[in-house]
Structures are given as structure tokens and as C-alpha cells.
């Protein structure tokens, strides 16, 4: 299968504190605790899809620094074309994620100027994608357009929603045949919420990701809401990346032809086995491993 993946890639520090909130020391020793790779949503999702085994084309911009030198190594040592990655921004993108022994961690996301950056997409590699990964960026707002003029499948997770009417994410609301989100801005009780999104948009499947809890589905085929509990297959290290690894997940099984049910059991799958090593783009697993843990 091949999967068009296009969004924000970056570098990523994780850091290892003692406990939230962080009480203030002029230096700290985390031996082992200070990690730097490349990240972003749509390097998580591209590696964690290569992982299962889908073709993918990523695409994305930097700039023309030294983190961008290093992300076209990491994309060539993942097998993956660095050719869609755009040098045209001031500087590339970054993040430091702070993370705790209990799994919390507070993420500071510095996109540079990718937000006011647009960018063309190159048509024939739209046309020849069997699904269209379009992460919540301004710069795929006329990807969003291109692949569904095409008729292609576009699937997009809006993260933290409070409010389905949201300014900035309606457009992909709208655009989505698979539509994730997280409970991050819903709380406890969302079904409600979740019902109220389903009679404002189009979407097929929607996904609400519940972190400890696992996640919630809406199929529209069966009209019907349901409720997967979380795996759990391994010590929780770092929770980072835990909804890309979902989202990345049932996307490649679904478009492999698995009934949602299914392929979200397996997402929630996946989704466990990754958070057992810290870093967005760490810890994931082969299809032959999430068959084994599902047995």
C-alpha cells in the first residue's frame, strides 16, 4: 500500500525529570535521561507505517541547518525518500519533551515559521497515493482540497479539540474520511461531544483517543460508538507519541481491509508496545509482533 504522509517534522530532546512540577536546580544529572532524534507527526507516522510494512512518501519542509542535514540521514537510514522534504524555512523546526518515571510529560513544540510557509505538492505522487495522511498543518490546507478533488481516502487526527466548531482544524474536520482526535479537551464524559461530531462532519470512523483508558470509535456503517480498553504489554516509560502510534496503526490496518473493531484492538496493540521506550519515534512494533501479543 502506498500512504501519503504529509506534516510537521522536527528534532525532539526528551528530557527525564524528577517529578511535575519541576522544582528549580541550577544543574541536574538524568544519566541516560537526555535523548535528541527526529520527530514530528508526520516522521512518527511514516516510521510507524514503514514499520508494518507501507510504502510511504513523506512529505514536509525544514530549513538548511544542521537539524535538517540530520533528518535527511535519518530519512535515508529509515529507507524513506528525502526527496519531498523542503529546505525553504528560516530554520527547521524542534521540541524538547519533558518526561516523568509515572509516564506524564509537558512538550514544548517550537514550529519556527512552517505556519506561515505554503508549499507545492507534486501531483502525480497524489494521484499515484492509495491513502493521503494529512496532518493538521497549515500547510496542507490545499493537499486537503488536491486529495479529495482526486477522490483519494484522507485520513487526519486534530489532536486536543474543545470545541467541533474549531476555526483552525474545521477544514480537516470536514476533508476526513478517518478523523482522529484525543479526550485531552473532552474529559470523562464525551459521548455527548463525540455524538455532536458525528452529525457535523463526514466522516466514516471517527477515533477518540482515551490514553490509559484506550480509545472510543464511531463507525458510521453501524451507526454506533465503541469502546476499546487500553493493552498492556510492558512498563510505561514515556507516553510521548502514544496517539501517533494509534493513529498511524489503524490507519495501515484499516486500509489493509480490517474491520474498524479490529484494527483499532490492534492500534491499541501497537500503541502499548511503543510507549515502552521514551521518544515519538521509538519503540515500534511489526504486524508479526502485534499478531503475537493479540494471541
Not at 535523548?35 to 512518527?44: D, F, R, Y
Not at 541547518?65 to 528560516?90: M, T
Not at 507534486?122 to 491513502?131: G, K, M
Amino acid at each position: 500500500m502506498n500512504v501519503l504522509i504529509s506534516g510537521l517534522v522536527n528534532t525532539e530532546t526528551t528530557v527525564r525529570v524528577r517529578q511535575f512540577p519541576v522544582e528549580y536546580y541550577p544543574i541536574d544529572y538524568p544519566f541516560f535521561g537526555v535523548k535528541t532524534a527526529v520527530s514530528g507527526v508526520a516522521w512518527n507516522i511514516a516510521l510507524a507505517m514503514k514499520n508494518l510494512g507501507d510504502d510511504v512518501s513523506l512529505l514536509s519542509m525544514t530549513g538548511q541547518d544542521f537539524p535538517a542535514a540530520y533528518i535527511r540521514d535519518e530519512l535515508r537510514n529509515a529507507g524513506i525518500d528525502a526527496s519531498h522534504l523542503l529546505p525553504c524555512l528560516r530554520e527547521t523546526p524542534a521540541s524538547v519533551v519533558l518526561y516523568d518515571d509515572t509516564g506524564k510529560r509537558q512538550i514544548y513544540c517550537d514550529l519556527k515559521d512552517i505556519q506561515e510557509t505554503t508549499r507545492v505538492f507534486p501531483e502525480e505522487t497524489v494521484r499515484s497515493a492509495d491513502l493521503v495522511v494529512a496532518c493538521n498543518i497549515n500547510f496542507n490546507r490545499p493537499l486537503l482540497r488536491m486529495a479529495k478533488e482526486m477522490g483519494k481516502t484522507i485520513a487526519t487526527d486534530v489532536h486536543v479539540l474543545r470545541d467541533i466548531w474549531d476555526e483552525y482544524n474545521r477544514e480537516f474536520i470536514e476533508n476526513a474520511d478517518i478523523l482522529f482526535l484525543s479526550d485531552e479537551g473532552i474529559g470523562e464524559e464525551y459521548h455527548d461531544f463525540l455524538w455532536e461530531l458525528v452529525h457535523t462532519c463526514n466522516a466514516g470512523i471517527i477515533v477518540l483517543g482515551r490514553g490509559s483508558r484506550g480509545a472510543a470509535m464511531y463507525d458510521r456503517a453501524k451507526n454506533r460508538i465503541y469502546e476499546v480498553p487500553a493493552a498492556h504489554v510492558g512498563d510505561v516509560v514515556n507516553t510521548v507519541g502514544a496517539g501517533d502510534a494509534l493513529f498511524s496503526s489503524f490507519v495501515h490496518y484499516t486500509a489493509r481491509g480490517y474491520q474498524p473493531l479490529d484494527a483499532l484492538r490492534r492500534a491499541v496493540v501497537f500503541a502499548a508496545a511503543k510507549i515502552r521506550e521514551s521518544g515519538a519515534s521509538r519503540g515500534f512494533i511489526t504486524e508479526a509482533v502485534v499478531e503475537a501479543y493479540m494471541q
